[in-house]
């Protein structure tokens, strides 16, 4: 906050004369307001629509409830001041609402005033487009978390090892500071404590925080990349990648990896790649609903700047935005070209170490620019398995359903399930074991080869797709897979 407060300070010193706080955190921000104010030697205006005008508290004109009348006061306030909007998103667009405020321009800069409009809402009317400066309120950051954790440890006379606090601090960021507080209490009515085991509590409250937003989803159950079958040639990059988080590649002169974009056969391991990222890179892993985003009740412009809050107050943090063209889709039949111009601008300057898995079924309806270098590190291919990265498949699921792999021929069904993607691979499997179940018996290798045998892949109902698809991809991205058949030729004519 204290970053946030020193750059309005230095607008309002610039004279910048309307100010638009985009955040959920009135009470917060006021305070805020409030120290800005007094290191400024500026007096703080409020307006309410439940209680009209106040200054410091107390109301200065009373029956000021009607903004208009409110504004006519404010335009006679002849000392340096910041005169607070609250909630006042759905006025500025009135034709005396608006009159008002670009008359009072004139003067708010000699009296070395600002009108700061605070609201959980972007609304901003074309006519005060070019007067007004829009700046989302940051969340708590690492310093305010541990501010309030450290009071409330204190308070209740309780012990927190140093490497615990940073824990809890981490799990904690990416909520309001009434979601910490009321999450902090939820830890020490479950527990009575802050030790190891009351840290689930703290998780759960957090995605109960994140799901309240209605587009983004915090996944504390993340995989691992020795459950992602075959991809060597994405899973070795995403490994490199993932050194670079560290403070010595900062060091070394790297930048943050931005990340990468994952467009492909549907099925074939995108999402579960997205999902073995954080397990890999050991950081937190948010989902974001595209096509919630840009649908949002608010505008997509204000539900996508949410969505980069939170996901910066938390980082470093894998932010995993499934089947992109969804949202961009949505875009073009609900006018969201600005909200689109926004993801452009943080995908390619972000500086907090956010990295974006992006995954497509069907990249050529996402507009061109979105695929440019700089957007994202790499843009990978990944197409359906080969038959060794089939048997791979076969074999990871058989584990996974706590058999041993050798008791079936999965070289067999691997040679017969061309076409079959990995989620059709583990399809096999889950059918197979239903097939036998229902017998009252066990998996036998006979129940793969029937459920093989009456399965149609979706590839070879869409090969001509599927087809135009490669093509598309073959110059411009990077195969997620091995080459295979190169391998094998030279082992061939080694031998």
């Known amino acids: 906050m204290e970053e946030f407060l020193q750059r309005l300070g230095l607008l309002v010193q610039a004279r910048y004369p309307l100010l638009y706080l985009l955040t ?3 009470e917060r921000t006021l305070r805020g307001l409030t120290k800005l104010g007094a290191a400024e030697g500026m007096a703080l205006y409020t307006w309410r629509v439940s209680s009209g005008l106040s200054k410091d508290g107390g109301i200065v004109a009373p029956g000021s409830n009607e903004l208009e009348l409110a504004l006519d006061v404010l335009a006679d306030v002849d000392e340096p001041a910041l005169l607070v909007l609250l909630d006042v998103h759905s006025e500025l667009g009135r034709p005396t609402v608006l009159r008002r405020l670009r008359d009072m321009q004139a003067n708010l800069g000699r009296r070395k005033q600002a009108i700061v409009v605070v609201s959980a809402v972007l609304r901003v009317p074309p006519e005060l487009e070019k007067e007004i400066s829009v700046e989302p ?3 708590p950051g690492r310093d305010e978390v541990g501010r309030l954790l450290r009071v409330l440890v204190k308070k209740k006379k309780l012990e927190l090892e140093p490497e615990l606090e940073e824990k809890y601090v981490q799990t904690a960021l990416g909520m309001t500071e009434k979601e910490v507080k009321r999450a902090f209490a939820q830890v020490l009515l479950a527990g009575g404590r802050f030790d190891g085991t009351d840290l689930a509590v703290l998780v759960d409250a957090k995605c109960a925080a994140i799901r309240r937003t209605q587009y983004m989803e915090y996944l504390h159950d993340v995989g691992q990349m020795d459950g992602v079958g075959g991809l060597e040639n994405l899973k070795e990059w995403l490994r490199r990648r993932g050194l670079a988080f560290k403070q010595e590649a900062r060091d070394f002169g790297l930048p943050e990896p931005k990340g990468v974009f994952l467009l492909g056969v549907q099925g074939c391991g995108k999402s579960l790649t997205a999902k ?9 892993l948010l989902r974001l609903d595209v096509g919630a985003v840009f ?5 997509a412009e204000a539900s996508l700047r949410d969505t980069i809050r939170v996901a910066e107050s938390i980082a470093p943090v894998v932010l995993w935005i499934d089947e992109l063209e969804k949202g961009f889709l949505s ?9 689109f111009g926004t993801f452009l ?11 974006v898995v992006a995954t497509a079924n069907e990249v050529r309806v996402l507009p061109p620019e979105l695929l440019r270098k700089g957007r994202f590190d790499e843009i990978f291919f990944v197409d359906l398995p080969d038959v060794h990265e089939r048997l791979e498949i076969l074999d990871i699921h058989v584990k996974l359903r706590k058999r041993d792999p050798e008791e079936f021929d999965l070289l067999q069904c691997a040679e017969m399930t061309e076409k079959y993607s990995g989620a059709e691979l583990e399809q096999v ?8 179940y229902a017998e009252g018996r066990q998996l036998h290798h006979r129940d793969l080869i029937r459920t093989i045998r009456d399965t149609v892949p979706l590839a070879v109902t869409m090969d001509d797709r599927l087809k135009e698809l490669r093509e598309w991809a073959r110059p411009r991205t990077r195969p997620a897979s091995v080459n295979r058949r190169r391998i094998d030729f ?5 031998t």
Request: charged share 20%; aromatic share 12%.
């Open 295 to 299: 649908q949002g009740a608010g505008g």
């Open 276 to 284: 073995a990222c954080a397990g890999l890179f050991r950081i937190p």
């Open 137 to 139: 309120v940051p969340l």
């Open 331 to 339: 875009t073009s039949e609900i006018g969201g070209g600005r909200a």
């Open 490 to 494: 030279f082992e061939d004519f080694g």
């Open 429 to 436: 499997i889950v059918e197979s074991l239903f097939n036998a």
């Open 24 to 26: 959920h955190e009135e």
């Open 345 to 355: 601008t943080w995908l390619q300057e972000k500086s907090k170490p956010v990295f």
